[in-house]
């Protein structure tokens, strides 16, 4: 039986080296005997003798000289290798994969040159869908979402500050059309749906002191993309219903004109997810830290 114990071989190796049992086990860290035993071990499955001794001197046979030219090199790079994983375990280092939502390539994408200058070692793998994956199952170390859509196992962390909504149509829209003054007006209007994933067009949510309710909104689109959204409310297909962060600008401006402001109550941001019962990893932590940085701000 041929041997495959690497401690077996750097046993021979220091004995070699040494020219001794005594001074190889010193060098080792285990008894004389330990070695006399991993040697003999090594030359019964072998099938021939590596070590002559004497009471006054060890020696190595001719079997012995082609392993020792053989093995150091094998066992030295072993040993480098060995030595490179071991300098890198206080770095961060290795793949993180994340499931991401296109709705958060907002919160991930201005962090993404950070992560890459404060940790090159980290290699981000990043599958953006809206579909509700399994990331334990599919393998990725974590996923980001609202923070209404985590399972209770999970672990959340926030990355990213509360969200408030905003329906928002253009003034060419309403040229010709009353505002809605409650949601249920919204059933009167033209409005784009946003699908998210297989889950089929979002029903639009609203709260109002103890109030609370969804419209299923109809309207001429029905898309999967924000830019879509925020493109059509620009070119006066209808009302649309956004982030209020992602219209400001346009509102401000005279682009978009906002309603329902007081049925539009904040709700729980983006948040980094991932099993309580996984081991957190130095680049995930790392890409965590990164993340969660300012996210209230």
């Keep these: 039986m ?5 401690n077996t071989l750097a046993t021979f190796l220091a ?13 080792l860290g285990v008894s004389p005997s ?8 090594l030359e ?3 099938g021939v ?12 046979t001719e079997a012995g000289e082609q392993l020792l030219e053989r093995l150091r090199p ?11 994983v071991s300098s890198n375990r206080g770095k961060p280092v290795g793949r993180v994969r994340l499931l991401v939502p296109r709705l958060a390539t907002s919160v ?9 200058r404060r940790y090159p070692d980290i290699l981000l793998d990043i599958t953006s869908d809206d579909s509700r994956r399994d990331i334990v199952a599919e393998g990725f170390d974590a996923g980001i979402h609202f923070g209404e859509y985590i399972q209770k196992d999970m672990i959340a962390v926030r990355i990213s500050h509360d969200y408030r909504p905003a329906i928002v149509a253009s003034p060419e829209y309403l040229k010709s059309r009353t505002k809605p003054k409650v949601p249920r007006d919204l059933l009167q209007h033209r409005c784009v749906n946003f699908r998210h994933g297989t889950a089929g067009p979002y029903r639009w949510e609203f709260e109002k002191g103890r109030r609370s309710l969804s419209i299923a909104v109809n309207g001429p689109l029905i ?22 962060h992602a219209v400001n600008p346009y509102v401000e401006e005279g682009k978009l004109v906002r309603v329902l402001e007081d049925w539009c109550q904040p709700y729980p941001g983006f948040f980094l997810y991932y099993p309580s019962r996984r081991q957190q990893t130095k680049a995930l932590s790392a890409v965590i830290g990164v993340l969660k940085e300012r996210a209230t701000s």
């Design 44 to 46: 019964e499955g072998l």
């Design 2 to 6: 041929m041997p495959t114990d690497f």
């Design 15 to 27: 004995v070699s080296e040494e020219r001794g049992f005594t001074k190889a086990a010193k060098r």
């Design 74 to 84: 094998a066992l030295n790079e072993v040993g480098e290798s060995l030595q490179a």
């Design 49 to 60: 003798r590596l070590i002559a001794r004497t009471t006054r001197s060890v020696s190595l």
């Design 108 to 116: 991930i994408a201005p962090k993404l040159g950070e992560i890459s």
């Design 223 to 244: 898309v999967e993309d924000e830019e879509f959204v925020l493109r059509a409310a620009l070119d006066g297909v209808g009302f649309v219903f956004l982030s209020e």
């Design 34 to 41: 330990a070695v006399s035993h991993a040697i003999r071990a």
